[in-house]
């Protein structure tokens, strides 16, 4: 997979996506804040919500690997930082 930076966040969304059933997915460029950091770079850092029925019965951790995996590739070029808010849809209603 080849990474433009520009596009990371769409690129993220859309493995997401090619996955998962997706109700709603959020993705946000957050590296700017992180600027002067050591691994700080363009496209790095990023937080992202993510509606599903696929998280049902999995634990939070198991959800947030599941999304690792998902974005494997995307961390080997470049992305270094992931805030992830992982729900189903009655417990996003309950947000």
């Known amino acids: 997979m080849s990474v433009d930076e520009s596009t ?3 690129q993220i969304e859309t493995s997401i996506y090619n996955v998962l059933d997706v109700v709603y997915c ?3 460029n957050i ?3 992180h600027r002067g950091h ?3 770079s363009q496209d790095s850092h990023f937080e992202i919500v993510v509606v599903s ?3 049902r019965g999995l634990s939070k951790i198991s959800r947030h690997r599941m999304i690792f995996k998902i974005l494997e590739e995307h961390f080997k070029l470049g992305l270094h930082a ?3 808010k992982l729900w189903t849809e009655d417990e996003y ?3």
């Open 93 to 95: 209603k309950n947000q």
């Open 38 to 40: 050591v691994d700080h």
């Open 82 to 84: 992931l805030s992830m």
């Open 26 to 28: 959020e993705v946000k």
């Open 8 to 10: 990371r966040s769409k």
């Open 53 to 55: 029925p696929s998280f």
């Open 31 to 33: 590296s700017e804040s």
